[in-house]
């Protein structure tokens, strides 16, 4: 099962954290326990690492991420992994479309001649220099003072974090997608299934992730692909599931997750009422081929 990351720190009072009304400042110490798990977010953020490593994979790239590195997340869902050898700990930065729209829009002659970002990115890597290296850990300070900090000056301090961004040649992509967002009235229904039809999210969960009532992204839905959601999705999760029986190292439960299904079973009976095969017999068949 996927996690609501945004919903689990936003919730929990063990975080030490800074809520606004389109933002949310965490800092996280992962329990040494967790190694791998899957998770989902509506909210896009920054992730900027104190300590330790982690990988983060979207559909189809993995970003290795360690002491001093940033990454832009922006919604979907992602699988991560953690490694042991230094405690991981990490700021988060959640930051809403709403205010990277108005913070572009408020800032038109910077983007004017940096162009649209039409890219297929879930994650973009930030280069971190020194002035962003020094913002980050003013705000890690921030953090360990507790909620006597201003709101209006955590805003500044996002403002100063999305200056810092755009004004770095290096981070050309993710300033270009800023810009898409501010142009874009809506994210496409198309490019949020094609991202994360793969995962275990419930229906409502991918419209919340579309940005409207389960009724209307239903109703999206089977205009746009002349099918239901739930049939769309077990069907684009078996082509995704038969591609990867093609790579003998991935075990068939491993597989079966991967693609978005919650048990074994169910998917063994799914691949054979479309295939008629189970796994292991259509990846014997493709081998002996």
Request: hydrophobic share 35%; proline share 3%; with cysteine.
């Amino acid at each position: 099962m996927a996690i609501d990351v945004y919903k689990h720190f936003l919730k929990h009072p063990r975080y030490n954290k800074l809520v606004g009304s389109d933002y949310l400042l965490v800092e996280y110490k992962c329990p040494i326990e967790v190694e791998k798990f899957k998770l989902w977010t509506q909210t896009p953020f920054i992730t900027y690492v104190i300590s330790g490593q982690k990988d983060w994979t979207s559909l189809n790239k993995t970003y290795t991420i360690k002491k001093g590195e940033a990454l832009f997340i922006n919604k979907g869902v992602y699988n991560t992994k953690q490694y042991f050898e230094v405690d991981y700990c990490v700021m988060l930065f959640f930051i809403t479309q709403d205010f990277i729209k108005r913070f572009v829009e408020k800032h038109k002659d910077i983007f004017r001649s940096k162009g649209l970002g039409i890219s297929n990115c879930q994650i973009f890597k930030i280069d971190v220099g020194d002035t962003l290296n020094s913002l980050f850990l003013s705000v890690f300070n921030y953090l360990n003072q507790g909620n006597n900090i201003p709101k209006e000056l955590v805003e500044m301090k996002f403002n100063e974090l999305l200056f810092n961004i755009t004004l770095n040649p290096a981070n050309k992509d993710l300033v270009q997608f800023f810009n898409s967002l501010h142009s874009t009235q809506r994210t496409s229904l198309n490019d949020i299934m094609m991202k994360n039809f793969h995962s275990d999210l419930k229906l409502k969960e991918y419209a919340r992730l579309y940005g409207k009532s389960l009724s209307s992204f239903k109703r999206d839905f089977q205009e746009f692909y002349n099918n239901t959601p739930r049939k769309w999705l077990n069907n684009k999760r078996l082509e995704y599931a038969k591609t990867l029986l093609e790579n003998p190292e991935l075990n068939i439960n491993d597989i079966c997750f991967e693609s978005g299904f919650k048990n074994p079973s169910h998917f063994n009976s799914s691949f054979k009422n479309m295939y008629n095969l189970p796994p292991n017999q259509y990846r014997k068949l493709y081998y002996n081929l």
